[in-house]
């Protein structure tokens, strides 16, 4: 019997930690390819270093020509269209058929999805390009209203866009503006997490930092010529917005029977989507958790990609047991100064689920290195030629 297809379509956390699972598991039962449009990936908080000038995009890419797995081949192609009917993939670089498909592509920012916020400028740090385009508009902010406007849930890394709050109060201070800067975050939940304790920790560190929390009211449009967020018919003014996009699934999930409902709806057991022998890992995936779902992050995306490799290997008569999806991990925020918190995440390894809260202090900005280092280092040769 010939090998097994699978077929990986995107690059990121859950691609890459399931490519490189089953090929370390059993590379001579299985073809693995993994698809990506872009020649390289990056951890998501290295958008935030990038962001605040600590370190260049390049410093923080890792090219997918210098995988680890040498026996995944990778193809780098926009995938145009996935027929799971037919269990072929197409892309610009040509049609890819599977036994098994795992489709990790993430969740597209949609700036144009808020009325104005394109005609605003549409500054944002969620994309490389974005955080490498708004370096130097922070620079130039001497005086005036700041705010960080969240403008859709689900989004990635619900702390992040306090760690941005936190770090431009830090960056601010430190160039002896801050007395003439307001700085405010806009939520449209009622509190920053799920969790009413972790909330509470970072609200309490936005009050230290004088930072003004408006949650509660979602943001219905960017009056980019008024320079107003419009929020349920109340207006904020702003001299500089910073929005954190709405987020949906890619175009060719959403045009796929697989994306008729959104983010694709998978079972907490295995990730499989309604259609058998074809999984959603990370981010382009909704996974219930209780009455909500796992949120956005790389940590879960990486812990989904391990029980979907082990639920393959099972399937295959490779392994005894399934590894079960407990959608558990950290997240680590920066709030300036070298310290950095971690919330610690379990969505589905009790009975309900669990965040707690370490630091913030200065012993976490190591343990936040080590994650960035050790994830590249895991995927990636770092003696790669350039
Ligand atoms: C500022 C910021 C800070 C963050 N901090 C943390 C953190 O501290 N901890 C944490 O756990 N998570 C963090 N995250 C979230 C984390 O980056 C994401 O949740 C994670 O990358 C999701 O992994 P994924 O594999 O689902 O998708 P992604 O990593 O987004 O990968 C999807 C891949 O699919 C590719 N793709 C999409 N469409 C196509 C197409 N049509 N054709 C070909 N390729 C395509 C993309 O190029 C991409 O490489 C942060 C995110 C941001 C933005």
């Keep these: 019997m010939g090998k097994k297809q699978i077929l990986i379509l995107g690059a990121g956390f859950g691609g890459l930690e399931t490519a490189s699972g089953l090929a370390a598991a059993a590379r001579d039962a299985f073809e693995i390819t993994l698809i990506d449009k872009s020649d390289s990936f990056f951890i998501g908080f290295s958008k935030i270093d990038v962001l605040f000038g600590r370190r260049t995009e390049n410093e923080v890419r890792s090219l997918y020509r210098h995988l680890r797995a040498d026996d995944v081949r990778f193809v780098q192609a926009t995938i145009t269209a996935i027929d799971t009917g037919a269990k072929m993939v197409t892309t610009n670089a040509g049609a890819f058929v599977y036994d ?23 500054h944002e740090f969620y994309s490389m390009g974005g955080a490498v385009r708004l370096r130097p508009v922070i620079e130039q902010v001497t005086h005036g209203t700041v705010v960080i406007g969240i403008l859709g849930a689900p989004y990635k890394c619900p702390p992040a866009p306090y760690e941005v709050a936190y770090q431009l109060h830090a960056y601010f201070a430190q160039r002896g503006v801050r007395d003439r800067i307001t700085l405010k975050v806009v939520c449209p939940s009622p509190r920053p997490v799920p969790n009413p304790a972790v909330s509470a920790a970072l609200e309490r ?167 960035e280092t050790s994830h590249r280092e895991r995927w990636f040769d770092p003696d790669g030629a350039p």
């Design 100 to 122: 098994y498909l795992v489709v990790a592509l993430g969740a597209d920012l949609a700036p144009s999805a808020t009325p104005g916020f394109v005609e605003s400028g549409a």
């Design 205 to 371: 560190l936005l009050a230290e930092r004088g930072i003004e929390l408006v949650a509660g009211t979602p943001v219905s449009a960017i009056d980019a010529a008024g320079k107003a967020v419009v929020l349920d018919g109340r207006r904020l003014p702003y001299d500089l917005f910073i929005g954190v996009p709405v987020h949906v699934p890619p175009e060719v999930v959403r045009a796929s029977p697989l994306g008729a409902k959104g983010f694709v709806p998978v079972s907490p057991a295995n990730l499989e989507t309604a259609i058998p022998g074809v999984y959603a890992v990370g981010d382009v995936s909704k996974v219930p958790a209780g009455d909500m779902a796992v949120p956005k992050a790389g940590a879960f995306a990486e812990d989904a990609a391990r029980t979907v490799v082990s639920d393959i290997l099972v399937r295959e008569g490779l392994a005894a047991e399934r590894v079960a999806f407990k959608a558990r991990g950290a997240c680590f925020f920066e709030i300036g100064g070298g310290e950095v918190a971690r919330i610690n995440a379990d969505f589905l390894g009790g009975p309900a689920p669990v965040m707690t809260l370490d630091g913030p202090s200065r012993q976490w900005q190591a343990d936040r290195d080590a994650f």
